[in-house]
């Protein structure tokens, strides 16, 4: 994949007034972590949901803030409910020399025999996990191969997924990601939860703009 770069501009405006920006085609945004403080920038918003929807949560992104380049993570995105365009987004900027944490998805690809010859369901109870590894060595997803699930009662574990030699998993091995049930029996319904870096406390300066920028859109 080739480098995925978003320029940006530094933003005085802040507050409830930032809805005039997205109305001129601009996303709001804040820079934040590594060697540098909490900054508000300006986004072209065309662009960056161009540019993002081709990321993953642990995809590398750099921003060019005015010629200054910051490697960075996506730590969080605010779309409108019902037209779905992104409204806010926040950045992290990490160090390529620190290893880092962060939740990586799950992709699940083949078919699972026991589902096609013994009407067996599966039951996904892990949709990504944590893993940590130098910024650059993060994978954007890890695939597992439902073929391997013959029969009613084979289960993928954590210890089983597929990851590149640095890059360490940090959740228990045994836990299950998941398991080929009985179609007889209702599996509990699962929710797909949102995938973030867990990459540290977000600062109160970051909390406070964006409290204000949302009560206004």
Do not use: C, W
């Amino acid at each position: 994949m080739s480098e995925a770069i978003l320029n940006a501009v530094k933003r005085e405006i802040i507050g409830k007034q930032v809805s005039s920006l997205r109305r001129e085609g601009k996303l709001p945004a804040v820079l934040y972590g590594h060697t540098i403080k909490a900054t508000p920038i300006t986004l072209d918003a065309k662009e960056a949901a161009t540019v993002l929807a081709s990321l993953s949560s642990s995809s590398l992104v750099t921003i060019d803030l005015e010629g200054e380049k910051h490697s960075a993570i996506v730590r969080d995105k605010d779309r409108n409910f019902i037209k779905g365009h992104l409204l806010h987004v926040d950045f992290q900027v990490v160090s390529l020399t620190e290893k880092i944490r962060a939740d990586v998805r799950i992709e699940q690809i083949g078919v699972s025999p026991a589902v096609k010859d013994y009407s067996g369901v599966v039951v996904t109870e892990l949709f990504s996990v944590e893993v940590e590894s130098f910024p650059g060595d993060l994978p954007e997803k890890i695939v597992i191969d439902l073929s391997t699930l013959k029969h009613i009662g084979d289960s993928i574990f954590v210890r089983d997924l597929d990851v590149p030699v640095n890059v360490l998993i940090q959740q228990d091995p045994d836990e299950v990601v998941i398991l080929i049930a009985s179609g007889q029996i209702e599996p509990e319904s699962v929710v797909e939860p949102g995938i973030e870096a867990d990459l540290g406390k977000e600062p109160e300066i970051i909390a406070k703009v964006r409290k204000e920028e949302f009560e206004d859109r």
